[in-house]
């Protein structure tokens, strides 16, 4: 996209083409006017269509031009804070219902999947979260014992049966989650927005919101080439926020996250490294994750972004990881390399914003976007048609709170990530 082939790198070579749009042009009128089709935007117009609501979906670039383009591909169940530390920051009401519905979230994307058709190369064996020494798995068997409270298939897996999962012995244990998965997500991004469209929903691209006002009791957004005149009005940009509601991204810290793709491995490196075809992450502060793509293409990653002096380091770091978990991949070539934002909020939860009437949205996903984008779209869909009220709500309706020294923060974790790569190879 922006022919910058480090946006969406891999993900934009092997994904389906995005339904042909146009910019807007000229006036139009809606129920509820989108802003952004990523995950949520995506999600909350095809929700909104299926109950015959006329909906238009207004996008700066493409569908899945931000997050939802450039991420790993994991659909996991809830959010990176354990359960039991997301009731005590939420309360008990709060927090118990918060869980219960991220922990569904895998289960809403492959339904939605199955729907619709959609072709996004799903793999649903689970995903695998990989304990780093001994404090690792410390903190898997806490997690999980915290997660079986709430009856999800989450099981623990000794440093030897972890070892025959993934053809390496570099890891302490880990942590299997039955309901989670991966995907293509720009192949899931556009095949929401094909879904929609087919559904009725006047989606533009290449049409940035500059403003959004009042008309009496309607909302008009503008754009370069026109307006959009609705009640209801659903900012879903998060952390790709430009011209529109800056307190969005005011209340969260940027954290790049880069991945690199391998050239497809030999079909004897495939049948032992990750033949189940889960996504992995471990345990680290600076962790990296890997999963496979359906071509066989080794993806990997950790947090830094490729640029400037990044560039060479963490291409660097990512070559010497492979070789130290895995020797045969000495001489691997590197197909794609991408990177993109993480919006992290300050307690790594969501959000749940009423910034003005009949004006709401979600954001702050911190690195999960693709489970909580879709079922947090589907909530807001709801919510607006008056089926959910507030008091039903997993999350307690806000506004923004902008953080301080927000830029330190961000150069902060970039630098930190450069450091790290460039002294270690991580295991």
């Not at 006036?27 to 929700?47: F, Q, R």
């Not at 079922?375 to 008056?386: E, H, N, P, S, T």
């Amino acid at each position: 996209m922006r022919n910058d082939p480090r946006s969406h790198g891999l993900w934009e070579m092997t994904a389906p083409a995005a339904p042909i749009t146009t910019a807007l042009s000229g006036a139009e009128e809606a129920e509820v006017v989108i802003i952004g089709a990523g995950y949520t935007g995506l999600s909350t117009a095809l929700h909104l269509a299926e109950r015959d609501r006329s909906v238009v979906l207004l996008e700066a670039v493409e569908s899945g031009f931000g997050g939802a383009g450039r991420n790993v591909g994991l659909v996991n169940a809830g959010m990176w804070v354990m359960p039991e530390a997301l009731c005590s920051e939420l309360g008990e009401d709060y927090g118990t219902r918060l869980i219960r519905f991220l922990g569904d979230g895998p289960r809403q994307v492959w339904e939605v999947i199955d729907r619709y058709g959609i072709s996004c190369e799903g793999e649903r064996q689970g995903t695998l979260h990989l304990g780093c020494g001994t404090n690792g798995l410390k903190e898997l068997k806490e997690r999980a014992r915290q997660w079986q409270k709430y009856g999800a298939p989450v099981h623990i897996l000794d440093e030897r049966e972890t070892a025959a999962k993934l053809a390496t012995g570099a890891y302490s244990g880990s942590l299997l989650d039955l309901r989670a998965g991966t995907i293509q997500p720009l192949a899931y991004a556009r095949g929401l927005a094909h879904a929609a469209v087919a559904k009725g929903v006047k989606l533009f691209t290449g049409t940035p919101a500059t403003s959004i006002g009042r008309n009496g009791a309607d909302w008009v957004v503008t754009t370069p080439g026109g307006t959009v005149t609705a009640k209801w009005v659903v900012p879903a940009t998060d952390a790709y926020t430009t011209l529109i509601c800056p307190e969005i991204l005011s209340q969260q810290v940027i954290l790049p996250y880069f991945n690199i793709a391998t050239q497809p491995l030999s079909k004897d490196l495939q049948a032992r490294i990750l033949p189940e075809r889960q996504g992995c992450w471990d345990t680290k502060e600076v962790l990296s994750s890997f999963r496979f793509d359906q071509k066989g293409r080794l993806v990997f990653g950790s947090v830094g972004a490729l640029r400037g002096t990044g560039l060479p380091i963490h291409r660097d770091w990512t070559r010497r990881s492979l070789q130290t978990l895995w020797p045969e991949m000495q001489d691997i070539r590197f197909e794609a390399e991408w990177y993109g934002r993480i919006g992290m909020t300050a307690n790594n939860l969501p959000r749940f914003h009423k910034l003005n009437e009949r004006m709401v949205t979600t954001c702050g996903y911190n690195g999960r976007g693709i489970a909580p984008g879709t079922v947090f779209g589907k909530l807001l869909a709801a919510y607006i048609c008056g089926e959910v009220k507030d008091a039903d709500l997993p999350l307690e309706p806000s506004t923004p709170k902008a953080m301080s020294v927000t830029p330190l923060r961000e150069a902060y974790y970039e630098l930190g990530a450069q450091v790290a790569h460039f002294f270690t190879a991580r295991f």
